[in-house]
């Protein structure tokens, strides 16, 4: 007769559970401090810059996001509540740095150079930009009314700024100032969303610095007559 201690299916079970025993739960926060977690967070939001400006909210994974950041998931939770969370963040960021962008005393053509900069040097975040215009699942479909007063609200300023231009006389107020900004940002938008048809168009791939040079000479001949301003 077998007894009990000494089942084959008895020692096997408690060879599971001192597993089990032996591995260590995930921490509910994060052991780091200081600098290790503003490196930590960091390079989530890094991460999640590539992730969303490839595959935007709906494709992009919050796993793939921590595996690039070489981060444990649980962080995402923890520093930004969870993947909405965290693409808020960068939304604010990009934000912030289209209102900071451009000192109050540039002239047109080096707010167009800044803008440009920005957006051909930076494709993450264009892309990022493009993701969240077509809305991309992240708007709140119970209220997009807000949505589209939030977009106005940060674009409120750029229109004033150019309404101010032409006040001045640096620009022609013979186009609407919204036309303007449409135009400015669709130029600078075009490499990334349509390379194909830039491409085109202009029968060669031009370098970022040879595409940024010839629109902004070509938008300052015709809002302003000159290629300087």
Not at 143 to 156: A, F, K, T, V
């Amino acid at each position: 007769m077998i007894e009990k201690q000494d089942c084959p299916y008895n020692e096997g079970v408690r060879r599971r559970n001192a597993k089990k025993e032996e591995v260590a739960p995930l921490p509910e926060q994060p052991e780091t401090t200081g600098s290790t977690q503003e490196d930590a967070r960091e390079r989530l939001l890094q991460a999640a810059l590539q992730e969303f400006g490839a595959k935007g909210y709906a494709g992009a994974r919050t796993a793939r996001i921590a595996a690039v950041a070489k981060v444990n998931p649980q962080l995402i939770s923890y520093y930004f509540g969870g993947k909405r969370g965290l693409l808020a963040a960068l939304r604010t960021r990009w934000m912030d740095t289209e209102e900071t962008l451009v000192p109050p005393a540039s002239g047109y053509r080096a707010a167009l150079e800044k803008y440009f900069e920005l957006t051909l040097q930076h494709p993450h975040w264009a892309r990022l930009v493009l993701w969240q215009s077509l809305d991309d699942e992240f708007t709140d479909p119970d209220s997009p009314e807000d949505h589209l007063q939030n977009l106005r609200s940060h674009y409120e300023h750029a229109i004033s700024r150019t309404i101010q231009r032409q006040q001045n006389g640096e620009i022609t107020s013979e186009v609407a100032p919204e036309f303007v900004q449409l135009l400015s940002h669709a130029l600078a938008f075009a490499p990334v969303a349509l390379p194909r048809i830039v491409e085109g168009i202009l029968g060669h791939t031009p370098t970022p610095e040879e595409y940024q040079k010839w629109c902004i000479d070509q938008l300052m001949k015709l809002l302003s007559g000159s290629e300087q301003a």
